[in-house]
C-alpha cells in the first residue's frame, strides 16, 4: 500500500506532460488567428517584401514536414495527425494569400497607370480652341509629364512583383502588354504635343484677326439697322401697343449691343494673350451712347406700363370695386412726372395719364351690377371688344384696350345702365304686382243694375285700385317716358 502514493504522484505528472504536450504547435497555427490579407496590404509593398515571404514560407513547410507523427510518453501515445494536417491547411492558406495579394497589388497598379493612360491620350487627342484652353493644356502636359515619371517607378516596382509572380505561379498577367503598348503611344504623344500647341496658337492668331474684321461688320450692320429704324419723334404721338413695340426694339438692340460688347472683351483678351494690337472699335461706343439716349428717354414708359399692367391683369368683376387703386396710380405717376425734368416722353406719359383719368370716371358705368347678359353683350359690342368676349373672362386689361371708345360712348353707357335699372326695377314692381294678385281674395257683393239685371261686385274696389296704383306709381316714378316704359314692358315680359 506504501507504493501507490508514488505511483499517482507519478501518473499525475505524467498527464501533466500529456496535457502540455500541444504548446510546441501553438506558433504554427498563429496564423490562422489574423486577417492575412489585411496584413499582407499594410507590410508588404516590393516584390522583394513579397520574395522574402515566400522563402520564409518555404522554410517553414520543410520544417512543418519534420514535425513527429506521434508524441510518446512513456506508456501513452499522442497521435500529432490532425495538427499537422491544420499546420499544412494554414501554410497553404499563408500561401495563397501571398499570391492573391502579389497579383491584387499588380493589378491595382496597371489599372491605376490604364486610367491615367487613357485619359490623358484623350486630353492630348483635344485640339485646344482658344488660348485659355492653350494654357490649361500646357498646364496638363507639365502634369502628365510629371505624373509620367512616378508612374514609371511604380510601373518598375510591378515589373518585379510580376517576375516574382511568374515564378511562384507559373504564370503572369495578359493584360500587362497591352498597357506597354498604351505607354508607348502615350509618350510618343506627349513629345509630340508641344508642337501640336505651337501649331494651334498660330492658327488661333488668324482666328482673332479673322474675328476682329467679323466684329468691325457687325457693328457695321447694328450700327445701320439702329440709325434706319429706332424710334423718331412722331412715335410719340402712337397708341400704346405702337409705344410698347418701340422699347421692344430698343431692348433688342441693347440685347444685340450687349453681344458685341462681349465679343470685344473677348478680342482684347486674346490680342493682349497673343501680343496683337487690340482693335479700335469706337462705333461699338458710339452705338451704346445713342441706345442709352433712347433707354433713358423712353424706358420711363416701360415703368409706366409695367406698373399699369400689375392692375390690368385683374378680373373685371374683382376689380370694378377697386378702381380707387387705378385712381391712385394715376396719382402717384403724375406726381412723379411732374417733379423730374420734362422731355417729351414726360409729356406724353402726362397725355396718358389725364386721359386714362377720364376713362377711370367712365368706369363706374362699366361696373355692370345690374346689367344682364344681353347688356354686357350690347356693351362688348359698341365698345369694340372682341367677338366671343365674357364678363367672366374680362380682364381690366380688356376695357384698357378700348379705352377711347369708353370715353366716346359714354352717354350710350349711360343710357345702358338707365335702362338695365329701369329693367330691374320693372321686374321687381310686376314681381310684387303678381305677389298680390296671387294673396288677394275680393269681397263681393250682391248689385242689381238698374236694366234689373244682377251683378257681383268687389267691396274693396278702392283699396285694391289703390295697391295697383301704388306699383305703376313705382314704375312711373323711374321718370322714364312713356315710349320707354312700353319698350322695357316688352324687354321684361318676352
Known amino acids: 500500500m506504501h507504493l501507490l502514493p508514488s505511483v499517482y504522484e507519478k501518473a499525475e505528472q505524467l498527464m501533466q506532460k500529456v496535457e502540455t504536450c500541444d504548446a510546441i504547435f501553438v506558433d504554427w497555427l498563429v496564423i490562422s488567428q489574423v486577417d492575412l490579407e489585411e496584413l499582407i496590404e499594410e507590410n508588404l509593398k516590393t516584390a522583394a517584401d513579397w520574395e522574402s515571404q515566400f522563402k520564409i514560407l518555404k522554410a517553414k513547410a520543410r520544417e512543418a514536414e519534420r514535425l513527429p507523427h506521434e508524441l510518446k510518453f512513456e506508456c501513452i501515445l499522442v497521435s500529432t495527425a490532425g495538427v499537422k494536417t491544420a499546420i499544412e491547411d494554414a501554410i497553404q492558406r499563408l500561401y495563397d494569400a501571398l499570391t492573391w495579394t502579389l497579383r491584387h497589388s499588380i493589378s491595382t497598379t496597371s489599372t491605376s497607370i490604364s486610367t491615367f493612360l487613357s485619359q490623358a491620350i484623350e486630353v492630348l487627342n483635344t485640339v485646344p480652341g482658344s488660348l485659355d484652353e492653350v494654357a490649361e493644356a ?110 421692344q426694339f430698343i431692348k433688342e438692340k441693347r440685347v444685340q449691343w ?153 352717354d350710350q353707357l349711360k343710357q345702358l345702365n338707365s335702362r338695365a335699372q329701369g329693367e330691374v326695377a320693372i321686374r321687381d314692381a310686376i314681381q310684387e304686382l303678381t305677389l298680390w294678385a296671387a294673396q288677394t281674395e275680393f269681397t263681393l257683393a250682391d248689385y242689381k243694375h238698374s236694366n234689373g239685371q244682377n251683378l257681383k261686385i268687389i267691396k274693396e274696389w278702392k283699396e285694391s285700385i289703390n295697391s295697383v296704383s301704388l306699383v305703376f306709381g313705382v314704375i312711373l316714378g323711374l321718370g322714364l317716358g312713356i315710349r320707354y316704359f312700353w319698350d322695357i314692358i316688352i324687354v321684361v315680359f318676352c
Not at 496638363?140 to 505624373?147: L, Q, R
Not at 474675328?211 to 412715335?235: N, V
Not at 373685371?316 to 417729351?344: A, N
Open 138 to 247: 500646357n498646364a496638363k502636359h507639365v502634369i502628365f509629364a510629371e505624373t509620367n515619371r512616378q508612374l514609371k517607378m511604380e510601373w518598375k516596382v510591378m515589373e518585379e512583383q510580376l517576375t516574382l509572380l511568374r515564378s511562384v505561379a507559373g504564370q503572369g498577367m495578359e493584360q500587362i502588354d497591352n498597357l506597354e503598348q498604351t505607354w508607348d503611344r502615350f509618350e510618343l504623344m506627349l513629345d509630340a504635343h508641344q508642337g501640336v500647341i505651337k501649331e494651334q496658337v498660330e492658327a488661333l492668331k488668324t482666328n482673332v484677326e479673322t474675328s476682329i474684321k467679323g466684329m468691325k461688320d457687325e457693328a457695321e450692320k447694328l450700327k445701320a439697322r439702329w440709325d434706319q429704324f429706332k424710334p423718331r419723334s412722331d412715335a410719340l404721338q402712337g397708341d400704346r401697343d405702337e409705344m410698347l413695340k418701340a422699347i
Open 258 to 410: 450687349q453681344e458685341l460688347s462681349d465679343g470685344r472683351e473677348k478680342i482684347e483678351k486674346e490680342c493682349g494673350q497673343f501680343g496683337l494690337e487690340p482693335p479700335k472699335l469706337d462705333l461699338i461706343d458710339e452705338i451704346d451712347d445713342d441706345i442709352k439716349q433712347f433707354e433713358d428717354n423712353w424706358l420711363i414708359y416701360e415703368m409706366f406700363n409695367n406698373d399699369l399692367d400689375t392692375l390690368s391683369q385683374e378680373e373685371w368683376i374683382v376689380f370694378r370695386s377697386k378702381t380707387y387703386l387705378f385712381d391712385e396710380f394715376l396719382g402717384k405717376w403724375m406726381e412723379k412726372l411732374k417733379g423730374g425734368s420734362q422731355t417729351h416722353m414726360s409729356v406724353r406719359l402726362m397725355k396718358d395719364v389725364e386721359h386714362f383719368k377720364e376713362v377711370s370716371s367712365a368706369l363706374k358705368f362699366c361696373r355692370g351690377d345690374v346689367l344682364s347678359a344681353d347688356h354686357w353683350h350690347e356693351m362688348f359690342r359698341f365698345l369694340g371688344l372682341p367677338r366671343g368676349t365674357t364678363i367672366e373672362k374680362l380682364k381690366f386689361a380688356d376695357l384698357l384696350s378700348v379705352s377711347k371708345a369708353i370715353i366716346e360712348n359714354v
